[in-house]
């Protein structure tokens, strides 16, 4: 109960603060800026969407294919259509609390194909480890190629990330944290070897073992190169889908390359703060135009046409494959191999 309660407060929070980001940024806007707007978005060109769409399922597909190269070393094989389905159903609980999709397709996953979800849970791991090393590569090499104009707001932006405008130094916040996982460690440690028999430790020592031996997994990888290039291949299709809907809208559609990786650093960010990116993706998008000399309706109205598609993509797809997954494995389950099985086992 207490755990549903908190779950409930945290999806009130962060969606509450998205809410609140949504309506100061209509607020603030003047009625001239209010028009532009509109004129923005009624005068965007939608057939752009389309291939924008197309880069996004790619993206998608291809962390999909990346997670069964993670899962091959540990003896699973996978369906493709599994592991997306479960992918995009991750995406779409996340469009409502942060981070809880890897939990769910983990457990979707670990059911239908009969994986131990400790072992998936340590492949999402390194995942997010590859995937926060790509975005930090990603914020040096905005940076680089225009230093003067990007590279002070991200470091302002990412120092405040960091501090949290505490005042306490990174350097202590990161002994402090380094010190409570050996801590922790240390008493975990301490508490198998004093009560293993236990049921309960002798679960969790399971699930960090199955935890460990997802983690490990990266050092067995066969196909280093096709998980590297997976890699690099959905970055490079989100840094896409931003460059190609630039040209969406008449007065954007003279931005770059350069112009595109400065918003999708941003924007990345700004997906984590709230569900969905709600609120706060549009508000990084505009903050980063804005240093490109775009007017600021302009640069709220590609923000809000931008966070839609990938709305869209998430709610649509993502209940798409839901009923998918759910009908295709309850038809299996009631197939008459599948209830022979059954009887046999009885």
């Given at each position: ?10 999806y ?36 752009i ?30 369906s ?14 996340n ?33 997010r ?31 405040e ?38 049921t ?16 490990a ?130």
């Open positions: 109960m207490r755990k549903k309660t908190a779950l409930v407060l945290q009130i929070f962060f969606l509450g603060g998205g809410i609140f980001l949504i309506w100061w940024q209509f607020h603030n806007m003047t009625p001239d800026q209010t028009a532009k707007f509109k004129y923005a978005l009624a005068d965007a060109d939608y057939r969407l389309v291939p924008v769409i197309i880069f996004a399922l790619a993206s998608h597909i291809s962390r999909s294919l990346r997670w069964k190269i993670l899962l091959e070393p540990l003896g699973y094989t996978p493709l259509f599994n592991t997306f389905s479960v992918t995009m159903v991750g995406y779409l609980a469009s409502f609390v942060p981070r809880l999709g890897e939990i769910l397709k983990c457990t979707l996953l670990g059911k239908y194909e009969k994986i131990p979800v400790q072992k998936l849970i340590g492949t999402i791991v390194i995942e480890i590859f995937d926060f090393l790509c975005y930090l590569i990603f914020i040096i090499f905005t940076v680089l190629i225009q230093y003067k104009l990007v590279g002070g707001f991200v470091r302002q932006e990412i120092a990330m960091v501090s949290g405008n505490s005042g306490i130094p990174l350097w202590l916040k990161a002994a402090i944290a380094i010190a409570v996982i050996i801590a922790a460690f240390l008493l975990l440690r301490f508490l198998f070897r004093k009560f293993a028999p236990a309960l430790l002798r679960r969790i020592n399971n699930f960090i073992q199955g935890l460990r031996e997802g983690i997994s990266i050092r067995k990888l066969k196909k280093r190169r096709q998980f590297l290039l997976h890699t690099l291949f959905i970055w490079t299709m989100y840094l896409l889908q931003i460059y190609l809907g630039f040209s969406a809208l008449k007065d954007v559609s003279h931005l770059g390359l350069d112009a595109a990786c400065a918003v999708l650093t941003l924007a990345t960010l700004a997906m984590i703060v709230t569900p969905g990116g709600i609120g706060t993706f549009p508000a990084a998008v505009f903050l980063v135009l804005n240093l490109y000399n775009i007017d600021h309706s302009t640069g709220e109205a590609f923000g809000w046409l931008m966070w839609g598609t990938t709305t869209f993509i998430v709610l649509f797809f993502g209940l798409i494959c839901l009923g998918a997954l759910f009908f295709t494995h309850r038809k299996k389950q009631s197939s008459p191999a599948a209830n022979t099985s059954s009887a046999t086992i009885i």
